[in-house]
Protein backbone atom coordinates (compact mmCIF):
# COMPACT_ATOMS: atom_id res chain seq x y z
CA UNK A 1 0.00 0.00 0.00
CA UNK A 2 1.36 3.58 -0.64
CA UNK A 3 1.55 5.99 1.97
CA UNK A 4 -1.36 7.11 3.61
CA UNK A 5 -1.70 10.64 5.26
CA UNK A 6 -3.90 9.89 7.96
CA UNK A 7 -7.15 10.10 7.27
CA UNK A 8 -6.61 10.23 3.60
CA UNK A 9 -6.61 8.61 0.30
CA UNK A 10 -3.67 6.80 -1.51
CA UNK A 11 -1.81 8.94 -3.96
CA UNK A 12 -2.68 6.25 -6.45
CA UNK A 13 -6.50 6.27 -5.83
CA UNK A 14 -7.82 2.50 -6.00
CA UNK A 15 -6.67 0.69 -8.78
CA UNK A 16 -4.33 -2.40 -7.38
CA UNK A 17 -4.85 -5.23 -9.74
CA UNK A 18 -6.39 -3.96 -13.35
CA UNK A 19 -8.49 -5.87 -14.97
CA UNK A 20 -6.32 -8.97 -16.64
CA UNK A 21 -7.95 -12.00 -18.74
CA UNK A 22 -8.12 -14.75 -16.04
CA UNK A 23 -9.08 -18.20 -16.64
CA UNK A 24 -10.49 -19.99 -13.20
CA UNK A 25 -9.70 -23.48 -13.88
CA UNK A 26 -11.36 -26.67 -12.80
CA UNK A 27 -13.77 -25.78 -10.36
CA UNK A 28 -15.52 -28.30 -8.54
CA UNK A 29 -19.06 -26.65 -8.41
CA UNK A 30 -19.60 -23.27 -10.07
CA UNK A 31 -23.09 -21.23 -9.44
CA UNK A 32 -23.55 -19.43 -12.26
CA UNK A 33 -27.36 -18.14 -11.04
CA UNK A 34 -28.11 -18.21 -14.56
CA UNK A 35 -30.60 -21.23 -15.13
CA UNK A 36 -29.72 -21.30 -18.65
CA UNK A 37 -26.60 -21.80 -17.95
CA UNK A 38 -26.42 -24.65 -16.06
CA UNK A 39 -28.80 -26.80 -13.80
CA UNK A 40 -31.30 -25.89 -12.05
CA UNK A 41 -32.41 -22.73 -10.57
CA UNK A 42 -28.40 -21.42 -9.81
CA UNK A 43 -27.88 -22.72 -13.17
CA UNK A 44 -25.06 -25.03 -11.41
CA UNK A 45 -21.86 -26.23 -13.62
CA UNK A 46 -19.74 -29.10 -12.20
CA UNK A 47 -15.78 -29.64 -13.05
CA UNK A 48 -15.89 -26.49 -14.84
CA UNK A 49 -13.87 -22.94 -15.81
CA UNK A 50 -14.92 -19.38 -15.94
CA UNK A 51 -12.87 -16.93 -18.06
CA UNK A 52 -12.68 -13.43 -17.38
CA UNK A 53 -11.76 -10.73 -19.97
CA UNK A 54 -11.95 -6.93 -20.12
CA UNK A 55 -13.98 -6.76 -16.85
CA UNK A 56 -16.47 -9.13 -18.05
CA UNK A 57 -17.51 -13.00 -18.08
CA UNK A 58 -16.22 -14.34 -21.02
CA UNK A 59 -17.26 -17.89 -20.94
CA UNK A 60 -17.98 -20.70 -18.39
CA UNK A 61 -17.56 -24.46 -19.51
CA UNK A 62 -15.70 -27.42 -19.19
CA UNK A 63 -11.82 -27.34 -20.57
CA UNK A 64 -11.73 -23.93 -21.92
CA UNK A 65 -9.13 -22.75 -23.94
CA UNK A 66 -6.55 -20.75 -22.36
CA UNK A 67 -6.20 -17.27 -24.45
CA UNK A 68 -2.18 -16.69 -24.57
CA UNK A 69 -2.07 -13.47 -22.27
CA UNK A 70 -4.36 -15.33 -19.44
CA UNK A 71 -3.39 -15.49 -15.45
CA UNK A 72 -4.38 -18.77 -15.00
CA UNK A 73 -5.95 -19.74 -11.29
CA UNK A 74 -6.24 -23.14 -10.03
CA UNK A 75 -9.52 -23.47 -8.36
CA UNK A 76 -9.74 -27.24 -7.97
CA UNK A 77 -11.82 -28.48 -4.95
CA UNK A 78 -13.59 -24.80 -4.60
CA UNK A 79 -16.95 -23.00 -5.27
CA UNK A 80 -17.39 -20.56 -7.46
CA UNK A 81 -20.36 -18.11 -7.92
CA UNK A 82 -21.49 -13.75 -8.10
CA UNK A 83 -19.97 -11.33 -6.02
CA UNK A 84 -22.80 -10.97 -3.08
CA UNK A 85 -24.99 -7.93 -3.61
CA UNK A 86 -25.99 -6.11 -0.37
CA UNK A 87 -28.75 -3.66 -1.29
CA UNK A 88 -29.21 -1.75 2.23
CA UNK A 89 -26.47 -0.59 4.08
CA UNK A 90 -25.04 2.09 6.47
CA UNK A 91 -21.40 1.80 6.41
CA UNK A 92 -20.70 4.41 8.08
CA UNK A 93 -21.97 2.89 11.22
CA UNK A 94 -18.98 1.02 11.60
CA UNK A 95 -18.26 3.58 14.34
CA UNK A 96 -20.91 2.95 16.54
CA UNK A 97 -20.64 -1.27 15.99
CA UNK A 98 -22.32 -3.03 19.23
CA UNK A 99 -23.43 0.31 20.25
CA UNK A 100 -26.87 0.79 22.50
CA UNK A 101 -27.38 -3.36 22.56
CA UNK A 102 -30.11 -2.83 25.18
CA UNK A 103 -32.38 -0.68 22.70
CA UNK A 104 -34.92 -0.91 19.72
CA UNK A 105 -34.95 1.11 16.57
CA UNK A 106 -36.09 4.34 18.02
CA UNK A 107 -33.68 3.64 21.55
CA UNK A 108 -30.94 3.09 18.72
CA UNK A 109 -31.39 5.90 16.72
CA UNK A 110 -31.61 8.59 19.38
CA UNK A 111 -28.82 7.38 21.59
CA UNK A 112 -26.24 6.12 19.07
CA UNK A 113 -27.01 6.77 15.91
CA UNK A 114 -28.09 10.57 15.62
CA UNK A 115 -26.04 11.78 18.88
CA UNK A 116 -22.34 10.15 16.51
CA UNK A 117 -22.88 11.39 12.72
CA UNK A 118 -22.66 14.97 13.46
CA UNK A 119 -19.18 14.11 15.59
CA UNK A 120 -17.65 12.57 12.55
CA UNK A 121 -15.51 15.22 10.80
CA UNK A 122 -14.44 14.40 7.11
CA UNK A 123 -10.90 12.66 7.82
CA UNK A 124 -13.20 10.16 10.32
CA UNK A 125 -15.60 9.12 8.05
CA UNK A 126 -13.26 8.45 5.65
CA UNK A 127 -11.45 5.77 8.08
CA UNK A 128 -14.94 4.42 9.48
CA UNK A 129 -15.84 4.02 5.84
CA UNK A 130 -12.96 2.35 4.46
CA UNK A 131 -12.82 0.01 7.70
CA UNK A 132 -16.42 -0.89 6.80
CA UNK A 133 -16.03 -1.40 2.97
CA UNK A 134 -12.80 -3.60 3.48
CA UNK A 135 -14.94 -5.57 6.11
CA UNK A 136 -17.62 -6.39 3.30
CA UNK A 137 -14.65 -6.44 0.17
CA UNK A 138 -13.11 -9.55 2.25
CA UNK A 139 -16.35 -11.31 3.08
CA UNK A 140 -17.52 -11.72 -0.43
CA UNK A 141 -19.64 -8.64 -1.01
CA UNK A 142 -18.80 -7.06 -4.63
CA UNK A 143 -21.74 -4.62 -4.93
CA UNK A 144 -23.10 -2.30 -2.10
CA UNK A 145 -26.03 -0.23 -1.51
CA UNK A 146 -24.89 2.36 1.36
CA UNK A 147 -27.88 4.69 2.10
CA UNK A 148 -26.17 8.13 3.60
CA UNK A 149 -27.63 10.39 6.11
CA UNK A 150 -27.37 13.81 5.20
CA UNK A 151 -23.79 15.21 5.34
CA UNK A 152 -21.92 18.05 4.49
CA UNK A 153 -19.65 17.94 0.67
CA UNK A 154 -16.29 17.89 2.46
CA UNK A 155 -17.33 14.89 4.13
CA UNK A 156 -18.93 13.26 0.92
CA UNK A 157 -16.13 13.31 -0.61
CA UNK A 158 -14.25 11.99 1.54
CA UNK A 159 -16.90 9.01 2.27
CA UNK A 160 -16.89 8.56 -1.88
CA UNK A 161 -13.28 8.27 -1.59
CA UNK A 162 -13.41 5.71 1.13
CA UNK A 163 -15.74 3.22 -0.94
CA UNK A 164 -13.86 3.89 -4.08
CA UNK A 165 -10.68 3.50 -2.41
CA UNK A 166 -12.14 0.09 -1.09
CA UNK A 167 -12.42 -1.30 -4.92
CA UNK A 168 -16.14 -1.93 -4.29
CA UNK A 169 -18.82 -1.30 -6.74
CA UNK A 170 -21.18 0.99 -4.99
CA UNK A 171 -24.24 2.54 -5.04
CA UNK A 172 -24.16 5.94 -2.98
CA UNK A 173 -27.87 6.51 -1.97
CA UNK A 174 -28.10 10.14 -0.60
CA UNK A 175 -30.63 11.73 1.95
CA UNK A 176 -29.97 15.98 1.98
CA UNK A 177 -31.68 18.47 3.99
CA UNK A 178 -34.41 20.15 1.59
CA UNK A 179 -32.23 23.70 1.68
CA UNK A 180 -29.06 21.35 0.71
CA UNK A 181 -31.06 19.70 -1.97
CA UNK A 182 -29.13 20.64 -4.78
CA UNK A 183 -25.92 18.78 -3.46
CA UNK A 184 -27.37 15.67 -4.66
CA UNK A 185 -27.16 16.55 -8.57
CA UNK A 186 -23.63 18.21 -7.73
CA UNK A 187 -22.50 15.05 -5.80
CA UNK A 188 -23.90 12.78 -8.96
CA UNK A 189 -22.21 14.40 -11.27
CA UNK A 190 -18.56 15.52 -9.86
CA UNK A 191 -18.20 12.68 -7.28
CA UNK A 192 -19.95 9.83 -8.74
CA UNK A 193 -20.04 10.68 -12.63
CA UNK A 194 -15.97 9.56 -13.07
CA UNK A 195 -16.03 6.45 -11.17
CA UNK A 196 -16.77 3.75 -13.05
CA UNK A 197 -17.96 1.27 -10.21
CA UNK A 198 -20.09 4.12 -8.60
CA UNK A 199 -23.64 4.92 -9.34
CA UNK A 200 -26.35 6.99 -7.59
CA UNK A 201 -30.00 6.58 -5.45
CA UNK A 202 -31.67 9.62 -3.76
CA UNK A 203 -32.59 8.38 -0.26
CA UNK A 204 -35.77 9.92 1.27
CA UNK A 205 -37.72 9.23 4.87
CA UNK A 206 -41.32 8.33 3.44
CA UNK A 207 -44.23 10.04 5.80
CA UNK A 208 -47.30 11.87 5.57
CA UNK A 209 -45.92 14.51 7.49
CA UNK A 210 -43.32 15.24 4.84
CA UNK A 211 -45.14 14.88 1.57
CA UNK A 212 -44.22 17.68 -0.18
CA UNK A 213 -40.04 17.31 1.06
CA UNK A 214 -41.01 13.69 -0.44
CA UNK A 215 -42.55 14.49 -3.20
CA UNK A 216 -39.37 17.15 -4.11
CA UNK A 217 -36.62 14.36 -3.61
CA UNK A 218 -38.47 11.90 -5.68
CA UNK A 219 -38.43 14.68 -8.97
CA UNK A 220 -34.87 15.11 -8.12
CA UNK A 221 -34.47 10.98 -8.50
CA UNK A 222 -36.59 10.68 -11.87
CA UNK A 223 -34.52 14.21 -13.51
CA UNK A 224 -31.43 11.90 -12.63
CA UNK A 225 -32.80 8.92 -13.33
CA UNK A 226 -32.39 6.86 -10.62
CA UNK A 227 -34.01 4.69 -7.88
CA UNK A 228 -35.57 6.50 -4.72
CA UNK A 229 -34.65 4.53 -1.77
CA UNK A 230 -36.85 5.04 1.35
CA UNK A 231 -36.90 3.14 4.97
CA UNK A 232 -40.71 2.05 5.34
CA UNK A 233 -42.39 0.25 8.06
CA UNK A 234 -39.50 -1.26 10.40
CA UNK A 235 -41.05 -0.02 13.27
CA UNK A 236 -44.82 -0.98 14.18
CA UNK A 237 -45.41 2.43 15.17
CA UNK A 238 -44.13 3.71 11.42
CA UNK A 239 -47.67 2.87 10.93
CA UNK A 240 -49.13 6.47 12.21
CA UNK A 241 -47.30 8.08 9.68
CA UNK A 242 -48.53 5.92 6.54
CA UNK A 243 -45.46 6.05 4.73
CA UNK A 244 -47.49 3.49 1.83
CA UNK A 245 -50.06 6.24 1.63
CA UNK A 246 -47.17 8.96 1.24
CA UNK A 247 -45.15 7.37 -1.18
CA UNK A 248 -48.53 6.91 -3.40
CA UNK A 249 -49.24 10.96 -2.74
CA UNK A 250 -45.97 11.77 -4.17
CA UNK A 251 -45.90 9.69 -7.57
CA UNK A 252 -43.31 7.54 -5.96
CA UNK A 253 -44.46 4.17 -6.01
CA UNK A 254 -43.27 1.99 -8.54
CA UNK A 255 -40.17 0.09 -10.11
CA UNK A 256 -37.40 2.81 -9.08
CA UNK A 257 -38.42 2.58 -5.69
CA UNK A 258 -36.42 0.41 -2.82
CA UNK A 259 -38.03 -0.14 0.40
CA UNK A 260 -36.27 -1.36 3.46
CA UNK A 261 -36.80 -3.50 5.73
CA UNK A 262 -40.85 -3.14 4.71
CA UNK A 263 -41.86 -5.08 7.97
CA UNK A 264 -45.15 -4.61 8.98
CA UNK A 265 -47.02 -4.50 5.63
CA UNK A 266 -50.69 -5.18 5.18
CA UNK A 267 -52.26 -7.58 2.46
CA UNK A 268 -53.14 -4.59 0.76
CA UNK A 269 -49.77 -3.02 0.93
CA UNK A 270 -48.23 -6.11 -0.46
CA UNK A 271 -50.98 -6.73 -3.58
CA UNK A 272 -49.81 -2.11 -4.09
CA UNK A 273 -46.23 -3.27 -4.06
CA UNK A 274 -46.65 -6.19 -5.91
CA UNK A 275 -48.67 -4.65 -8.86
CA UNK A 276 -46.42 -1.39 -9.17
CA UNK A 277 -43.19 -3.48 -8.92
CA UNK A 278 -41.46 -1.81 -5.83
CA UNK A 279 -39.04 -3.37 -4.34
CA UNK A 280 -37.81 -4.72 -1.29
CA UNK A 281 -34.44 -4.80 1.60
CA UNK A 282 -34.46 -7.53 3.90
CA UNK A 283 -32.48 -7.46 6.48
CA UNK A 284 -32.48 -9.77 8.56
CA UNK A 285 -29.84 -9.79 11.41
CA UNK A 286 -30.60 -5.86 11.67
CA UNK A 287 -34.29 -6.70 12.72
CA UNK A 288 -33.77 -9.03 14.89
CA UNK A 289 -30.84 -6.93 16.87
CA UNK A 290 -33.95 -4.06 17.49
CA UNK A 291 -36.46 -6.59 17.54
CA UNK A 292 -38.26 -4.77 14.61
CA UNK A 293 -40.42 -8.20 13.97
CA UNK A 294 -40.35 -10.49 11.09
CA UNK A 295 -40.80 -9.45 7.70
CA UNK A 296 -43.86 -11.32 5.35
CA UNK A 297 -41.16 -12.86 2.76
CA UNK A 298 -43.54 -15.65 1.89
CA UNK A 299 -46.14 -13.43 1.64
CA UNK A 300 -44.16 -10.89 -0.60
CA UNK A 301 -42.51 -13.78 -2.81
CA UNK A 302 -46.22 -15.46 -3.18
CA UNK A 303 -47.32 -11.80 -5.51
CA UNK A 304 -44.20 -11.73 -7.02
CA UNK A 305 -42.57 -8.91 -5.15
CA UNK A 306 -38.85 -8.49 -5.72
CA UNK A 307 -36.56 -8.86 -2.71
CA UNK A 308 -32.58 -8.99 -1.35
CA UNK A 309 -30.72 -8.61 1.37
CA UNK A 310 -28.69 -6.31 3.52
CA UNK A 311 -26.59 -5.92 6.07
CA UNK A 312 -27.79 -2.41 6.89
CA UNK A 313 -24.52 -0.80 8.92
CA UNK A 314 -24.17 -0.76 12.91
CA UNK A 315 -27.10 -2.72 13.85
CA UNK A 316 -25.60 -5.77 11.54
CA UNK A 317 -22.28 -5.39 13.58
CA UNK A 318 -20.16 -7.00 11.38
CA UNK A 319 -20.06 -8.33 7.03
CA UNK A 320 -21.24 -11.29 6.79
CA UNK A 321 -23.78 -12.09 4.09
CA UNK A 322 -23.33 -15.90 4.99
CA UNK A 323 -24.98 -15.30 8.43
CA UNK A 324 -27.78 -12.50 6.66
CA UNK A 325 -28.72 -15.91 4.51
CA UNK A 326 -28.58 -18.22 7.45
CA UNK A 327 -31.20 -15.90 9.18
CA UNK A 328 -33.50 -14.93 6.30
CA UNK A 329 -34.07 -18.62 6.32
CA UNK A 330 -34.03 -19.51 9.67
CA UNK A 331 -36.67 -16.78 10.87
CA UNK A 332 -39.08 -17.85 8.34
CA UNK A 333 -38.66 -21.95 9.45
CA UNK A 334 -38.75 -20.71 12.88
CA UNK A 335 -42.14 -18.41 12.30
CA UNK A 336 -43.90 -20.68 10.18
CA UNK A 337 -42.67 -24.03 11.84
CA UNK A 338 -41.78 -25.10 8.13
CA UNK A 339 -38.73 -25.95 6.56
CA UNK A 340 -40.32 -25.80 2.97
CA UNK A 341 -41.29 -21.88 3.58
CA UNK A 342 -39.85 -19.48 1.33
CA UNK A 343 -36.88 -18.67 1.20
CA UNK A 344 -35.72 -21.87 0.44
CA UNK A 345 -31.95 -22.33 0.00
CA UNK A 346 -31.95 -22.02 -3.87
CA UNK A 347 -33.80 -19.11 -3.02
CA UNK A 348 -31.37 -17.41 -0.35
CA UNK A 349 -28.52 -17.59 -2.28
CA UNK A 350 -30.62 -15.79 -5.29
CA UNK A 351 -31.62 -13.37 -3.16
CA UNK A 352 -28.09 -12.78 -1.84
CA UNK A 353 -26.70 -12.54 -5.67
CA UNK A 354 -28.90 -12.04 -8.75
CA UNK A 355 -32.45 -10.83 -6.71
CA UNK A 356 -30.17 -8.23 -5.05
CA UNK A 357 -28.92 -7.14 -8.62
CA UNK A 358 -32.57 -7.25 -9.65
CA UNK A 359 -33.91 -4.97 -6.64
CA UNK A 360 -31.26 -1.95 -7.57
CA UNK A 361 -31.91 -2.28 -11.47
CA UNK A 362 -28.49 -3.71 -11.81
CA UNK A 363 -29.46 -7.66 -13.13
CA UNK A 364 -28.04 -7.10 -16.36
CA UNK A 365 -24.48 -5.76 -15.60
CA UNK A 366 -23.57 -8.19 -12.14
CA UNK A 367 -25.19 -10.96 -9.99
CA UNK A 368 -25.17 -13.67 -12.48
CA UNK A 369 -22.04 -15.26 -14.47
CA UNK A 370 -24.02 -14.95 -17.77
CA UNK A 371 -21.28 -13.97 -20.55
CA UNK A 372 -21.55 -10.45 -21.13
CA UNK A 373 -22.25 -10.19 -17.26
CA UNK A 374 -19.46 -7.81 -15.15
CA UNK A 375 -16.59 -9.95 -13.62
CA UNK A 376 -17.91 -9.73 -10.06
CA UNK A 377 -16.69 -13.31 -9.13
CA UNK A 378 -16.37 -15.05 -5.63
CA UNK A 379 -14.58 -18.13 -4.81
CA UNK A 380 -15.22 -20.30 -2.17
CA UNK A 381 -12.84 -22.94 -0.11
CA UNK A 382 -14.93 -25.56 1.59
CA UNK A 383 -12.03 -27.51 2.84
CA UNK A 384 -11.96 -26.11 6.22
CA UNK A 385 -12.90 -26.93 9.50
CA UNK A 386 -16.29 -24.90 9.92
CA UNK A 387 -17.36 -26.66 6.28
CA UNK A 388 -16.11 -29.82 5.39
CA UNK A 389 -17.20 -32.87 5.15
CA UNK A 390 -18.73 -32.40 1.95
CA UNK A 391 -22.22 -33.52 1.88
CA UNK A 392 -24.33 -30.68 0.09
CA UNK A 393 -22.44 -28.25 -0.76
CA UNK A 394 -25.16 -25.69 -1.95
CA UNK A 395 -26.78 -26.01 1.42
CA UNK A 396 -23.37 -25.57 3.35
CA UNK A 397 -22.66 -22.54 1.69
CA UNK A 398 -25.98 -20.88 3.44
CA UNK A 399 -25.56 -23.20 6.82
CA UNK A 400 -21.69 -23.43 7.25
CA UNK A 401 -20.43 -20.97 5.01
CA UNK A 402 -18.57 -17.96 6.83
CA UNK A 403 -16.41 -14.85 5.79
CA UNK A 404 -12.86 -17.03 6.17
CA UNK A 405 -14.36 -19.47 3.16
CA UNK A 406 -14.06 -16.78 0.70
CA UNK A 407 -10.71 -17.35 -0.45
CA UNK A 408 -10.88 -14.76 -3.75
CA UNK A 409 -12.72 -11.67 -4.76
CA UNK A 410 -12.74 -10.07 -8.11
CA UNK A 411 -14.81 -7.09 -8.75
CA UNK A 412 -15.07 -5.98 -12.47
CA UNK A 413 -11.86 -8.71 -13.23
CA UNK A 414 -9.95 -6.73 -10.53
CA UNK A 415 -8.57 -9.05 -8.34
CA UNK A 416 -8.97 -7.98 -4.92
CA UNK A 417 -9.15 -11.07 -2.84
CA UNK A 418 -6.23 -14.01 -3.25
CA UNK A 419 -5.71 -16.87 -1.06
CA UNK A 420 -7.50 -15.58 1.65
CA UNK A 421 -5.89 -11.92 2.31
CA UNK A 422 -6.91 -8.49 0.62
CA UNK A 423 -4.73 -7.04 -2.27
CA UNK A 424 -2.51 -3.81 -1.67
CA UNK A 425 -4.19 -3.37 1.94
CA UNK A 426 -2.46 -3.04 5.19
CA UNK A 427 -5.17 -4.33 7.05
CA UNK A 428 -3.18 -3.25 10.55
CA UNK A 429 -3.10 0.06 9.38
CA UNK A 430 -6.95 0.44 8.14
CA UNK A 431 -7.75 -0.69 11.80
CA UNK A 432 -5.54 1.24 13.55
CA UNK A 433 -6.95 4.26 11.96
CA UNK A 434 -10.24 3.01 12.39
CA UNK A 435 -9.44 2.79 16.58
CA UNK A 436 -7.65 6.41 15.79
CA UNK A 437 -11.04 7.84 15.04
CA UNK A 438 -13.35 5.65 17.43
CA UNK A 439 -10.90 7.83 20.02
CA UNK A 440 -11.74 10.81 18.81
CA UNK A 441 -15.32 10.41 18.46
CA UNK A 442 -15.25 9.56 22.33
CA UNK A 443 -13.38 12.43 23.20
CA UNK A 444 -16.35 14.48 21.60
CA UNK A 445 -19.37 12.63 22.51
Not at 241 to 266: E, K, V, Y
Request: charged share 20%; glycine share 10%.
Amino acid sequence: MGALTSGGRPPSANRPGQPRTTLLRGAELILTMDPDAGEGPLGAVRHADVLMRHGKIAAVGRRLPVPPEARVLDVSGRIVLPGFVDIHNHLWQSSIRGGCSDQDLYGWLASCNSTTLAKIDPRDMYRFVRLAALDALQAGVTTVVDWVHPIPYETTERYIGALDDSGLRFVYAMMQTPANAGLVPRVKKELLGPLPLASAQVSVHAGMAGVDRLRRFSEIARDLGVMLNSHVLEHHSDRGDDPIRALRMAGSFGPDLLMNHAIHLTDDEIALAAGHDVRVAHCPLSNMRLASGIIRLPALHARGVKAGLGHDGGTNDTSDMFNVMKAALGLQRALHQDPRVHPTIPAVLRMATLGGAECIGMADRIGSLTPGRCADVVVLDPGTLNFAPRIDWTSQIVLNGQPPNVSHVFVDGRLRKADGQLLDVDTDFVIREAELAAVHLRDTL
